[in-house]
């Protein structure tokens, strides 16, 4: 999960649980409150009953009927009854046969002298009255219409009001959150475009006060030191190839005139032989790491044209069969082009076709037979160029290691050959873009697999 949506999840979390409850007190609260003031009313009613009835002889139980019917309109299944000290009922708000109620509660009035309870949906309250000639228990009991209709009322504001809140907090935790975050996602950004070709670039530091502004500075310190190491890399193997070329061209010039002196002595010819060849290893490896080290340099100013990748493959095989006229390259489509320009590639000529050239000599020189095959596809996006070998193979252990500098698969020691063709072959594919990829199994040969975009 993201770290936005993590962050709107639980500020969600947190407000709809405040939510949830400040409905819930808010309700429980009104609840008791209700049930309080219902058994107040009930309380003094039974009272004010008890007093009608036994202080005041002008109302006599008919008129008194005719009072708490008039009395408890706003309730529903009212009732009031009085009982005297041996339980007889003496009075009764509503028809006998209406009349429910328990015996054990009048013992428990005479207990308490005080008791407030429920009976199904109804509130009751029972009240042990001494202010007359002779004690009377009187029993209230009603249905608290109103108020719990006002409550089923707030209970239905709460809900949509939780419901509608969670709503929008939940609306307001994914805009504040990605509002929030929208300087890392722009800093992700901008990461993303960094690569080994563009250690140059930086991030946008903000107001270089909060603490987004204080990563990006921070990752730019570690850019900074990582360019520097970087540079001190390619300088320290520019300069020391380039210094060793003149000595070892000295070198080569030095034995080839030896050699004219030493023809008489074939033993001696034949070690000025080896250092003419070790010469020329040398020679060839000081070339290869000078343009390894300058393969990112300046790559800004590099020419870029449009190249059809037929014309740079054909020029590759041309160049390599006059070096080894025994190698043999089949050059195929696998599709043809939907259209014309989906072999055109926006790129420089010479180091795409020094990559073409590296792989069909290693596909020609790791084949018993020396044979190379290149084929073409394209598609909407891409122009795809393979070159297939039935040679040695490469191993799945080595595979992940080819393209590393200098180095070699195990069954690749015995072929001439200095590890970095294939290193050489990569950085020039991600210079234009593309990528370079190889499937191969050991023994039964590789395939190698170029992807570049066309215009």
Known sequence: MKIKDRIALQ???????????FSVV?????????????????TNKARTTARLLVQVDEVDKKLLKIIDRNTLTALADEKVLVFDEDDKLIYASVDDKQLTYRRYLLEEIRLNKHIETTE???????????????????????????????????????????????GITVLLGIYFAGNSLRPIAHINDQVSTITARNLKQRLDEGNRRDE????????????????????????????ASHELRTPLAALKSEVQLAERFVKDDPEIQEIFHNLSSDTERL??????LLFLARSFENISQMTTTQVRIEDVTFFAKDELLTVHPTYR??????????????????????????????????????????????????????CTLKVIDNGIGIDPADQPYIFDPFYRASNATTYSGFGIGLSICQR????????LTVKSRKGQGSTFTIQLKHI
Request: glycine content about 6%; some cysteine; hydrophobic content about 40%.
């Open 26 to 42: 808010v309700y429980s609260i009104s609840s008791n409150y209700r049930q309080e003031e219902f058994y107040d009313r009930l």
């Open 329 to 382: 390259i089949y050059i195929d489509y696998e599709n043809l082009p939907a259209e014309e320009t989906h072999t055109i590639i926006q790129g420089n000529e010479e180091l795409l076709k020094r990559v073409v050239l590296n792989l069909m000599d290693n596909a020609c020189k790791y084949s018993p037979d020396q044979t190379a095959r290149v084929l073409f596809s394209t598609d909407a996006t891409y």
């Open 283 to 288: 020679i060839s490896i000081t070339n290869s």
């Open 212 to 239: 987004i502004a204080q990563l990006a500075i921070n990752f730019n310190t570690v850019l900074e030191r990582l360019h520097q190491a970087f540079e001190q890399q390619r300088s320290f193997v520019s300069h």
């Open 120 to 166: 199904g949906t109804n509130e009751v309250v029972g009240l042990y009255y001494e202010e007359g000639s002779e004690p009377l228990i009187v029993i209230a009991s009603a249905f608290d219409r109103f108020g719990r209709s006002k409550l089923s009322n707030l209970g239905n504001t709460l809900l949509w009001g939780l419901l509608v809140g969670i």
């Open 11 to 21: 500020f969600s979390l947190i407000v709809a649980s405040i939510l949830i409850v």
């Open 428 to 435: 020039i594919v991600d210079i234009h873009g593309g990528t």
